[in-house]
């Protein structure tokens, strides 16, 4: 990627040390989701930290699946986060099943009884728990630790053929039932599960643990640095033990982060299919959702969501991102790229009582004033027009520049016009406006003559096409609290649907084409809803914002 400011960080500092000393021949970094659900802006931070400092070290990123968990795992959710690793501009070096180790992670599991390192625990979950002590007290032995490295083969072998039900058994490491890190008190590293997998079908009815899968995932695509969040700094040790004792050729180091979290933002996989489940949002990349294909389908560009997590930056202490700042960013992206035009959201006719009937005018206007290698395009104006409902009022208040009564305003590119009636209904409600306008105004001839205080935009009402605004607050109320369900937070007003109109020549806006739209701010044209007859606009993001880097 060639865009970002690779800023430093303290993983490019290890890693480049380990270089140094020739621990490593090079960098290979894994990105390992579980196929339990579609990627969040989370796991955007994860990729875009180990495809990218891969490629700062010219090294390798494997694109892991981790399916040690048949039962919530699918084919659906792989085909995704291959799509929006794509999407956000990364190329994988190998693409990898932790399913397709299962046969091997059996083998280290039969060598470590064989070392005497495992055995098989007859014991429940619960009486395990039980036995494990506390962070004061150390754990109780288990009279299954006794067993002989016979026994414990065979009956792991009968865990493997399926003899056993779900729960019956399972096999730990034999590590440290003092060790003050609970972690190392004989964790379980295989259980039974007779579970169909998405991957590997039938074949298997144990599945390893992650803590013993994944170091082994690690070693047997000789990963160098195993990049994860600062959950697992407590199973570091764990994790060494098992690259020590199973005897694989490669030594992984694993180096922790904080993950990443957004204000107002639910950021877990869990959670995200909860609202999808409950039909909350309509599927996984409604563009409320944090999920990368609801930011694309938002119309945020990858280039954003990178830069993005560059600035971030990575560190161990957790924190929690201010959302504007992702905003700023697809806006700083926006501004040179979206050609601008005009949209109305909530029409209001207006009649030029004194323009000619049945004439029509080209007028000229530039597609980015910032960026005029954009070129031009010609907008309709005609006798009646579009403008915003706000953008008039009967009664204003002070300080209101805008349409009222008598007063004066310029049409963005066109005249100046003067408001001299209000049309009403039987029931007092306005149907339209009659202006006069000024022939001598017209936008770009110079005019100096007088000044007005407003610019408002417009279509022109005989040429405009009909377009829906679908406009977005965020889809929880208030920060997250703990205690409460989070779906007794979701806003019930997260969705505004509006219909307008655009400029004529919008005809030819293609799904995922992006526009500044005056004064509104940013679109995405819907990829999903838009037709030939039927154009859906997406907000991605404002004009402005308080938000200051
Ligand atoms: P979730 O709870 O949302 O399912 P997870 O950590 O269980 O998240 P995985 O599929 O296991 O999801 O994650 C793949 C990779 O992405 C892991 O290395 C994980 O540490 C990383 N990751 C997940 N969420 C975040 C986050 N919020 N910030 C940074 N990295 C994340
Ligand atoms: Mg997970």
Redesign the pocket.
């Known amino acids: 990627m060639g865009n970002e400011n690779h800023s430093s960080n303290f993983i490019k500092s290890i890693m480049t040390e380990d270089l140094e000393r020739g621990q490593y021949d090079e960098v290979i970094t894994r990105?390992?989701?579980?196929p339990?659900?579609y990627l969040?802006i989370?796991?955007a931070?994860?990729v875009v930290l180990n495809f990218g400092l891969a490629d700062e070290f010219k090294g390798k990123t494997n694109l892991r699946f981790?399916d040690t968990n048949p039962l919530k795992e699918d084919r659906e959710f792989v085909d995704a986060i291959k799509e929006d690793v794509k999407w956000l501009g990364y190329d994988w070096d190998g693409l990898f099943f932790a399913s397709d180790y299962f046969d091997e992670m059996y083998e280290r599991a039969v060598l470590l009884i064989k070392k005497g390192l495992a055995y098989v625990e007859d014991l429940s979950v619960d009486e395990i728990r039980e036995y494990r002590g506390t962070l004061i007290e150390p754990g109780k032995e288990s009279p299954s630790r006794s067993r002989s490295v016979e026994e414990n083969l065979t009956l792991f072998e009968k865990m493997k053929n399926g003899e056993f039900k779900d729960g019956e058994k399972v096999l730990r490491a034999k590590i440290d039932m003092a060790s003050p890190n609970i972690n190392m008190r004989d964790p379980v590293i295989y259980r039974i599960s007779h579970t169909t997998h998405h991957h590997t079908g039938n074949k298997w009815c144990i599945y390893p643990m992650y803590a013993f899968a994944h170091p082994l995932e690690d070693a047997i695509e000789g990963v160098s640095h195993s990049?994860?969040?600062t959950e697992f700094e407590d199973q570091r040790p764990l994790y060494n033990w098992v690259v020590e004792n199973c005897e694989v050729e490669a030594n992984p180091k694993q180096i922790e982060f904080a993950?990443?979290?957004l204000t107002q933002t639910v950021?877990?996989?869990?959670k995200l299919k909860q609202l999808v489940d409950n039909d909350i949002v309509d599927g996984w990349d409604d563009p409320r959702m944090p999920t990368i294909s609801g930011l694309r389908r938002r119309g945020y560009t990858p280039e954003a969501i990178r830069t993005f997590c560059y600035e971030v930056g990575v560190s161990k202490g957790n924190s929690v991102v201010d959302k504007q700042m992702l905003e700023h960013f697809v806006r700083e992206d926006l501004k040179l790229k979206a050609p601008r035009t005009m949209a109305i959201l909530k029409p209001l006719k207006v009649v030029i009582t004194n323009y000619p009937e049945g004439q029509t005018e080209m007028l000229e206007a530039e597609n980015n004033p910032e960026k005029p290698e954009m070129g031009k395009r010609e907008i309709p104006f005609s006798r009646e027009i579009y403008i915003e409902q706000e953008d008039f009022m009967e009664n204003p208040p002070k300080k209101y520049f805008r349409l009222f009564p008598g007063n004066e305003v310029r049409l963005k590119h066109a005249y100046f016009i003067k408001c001299e009636d209000v049309i009403k209904d039987e029931e007092g409600h306005i149907i339209e406006i009659h202006c006069t306008y000024d022939p001598e105004t017209k936008s770009g001839t110079g005019f100096t003559g007088r000044k007005v205080k407003g610019t408002i935009h417009w279509v022109d009402a005989s040429q405009a096409k009909p377009a829906e605004f679908r406009l977005y607050e965020p889809l929880i109320q208030e920060e997250e609290d703990e205690e409460k369900d989070f779906l007794e937070n979701i806003n019930p007003q997260s969705l505004e649907v509006l219909k307008g109109y655009v400029e004529p020549n919008m005809e030819k806006a293609q799904p995922q084409d992006k526009y500044q739209f005056f004064r509104h701010g940013y679109f995405n044209v819907d990829p999903k809803d838009t037709n030939r007859e039927h154009l859906v606009f997406n907000h991605i993001v404002s004009l402005k914002s308080s938000f200051k880097l």
Request: glycine letters at 10%.
């Open positions: 990105f390992p989701p579980e339990n659900g969040h989370g796991h931070k994860s981790d990049i994860c969040t993950r990443l979290n950021m877990s996989k869990r």
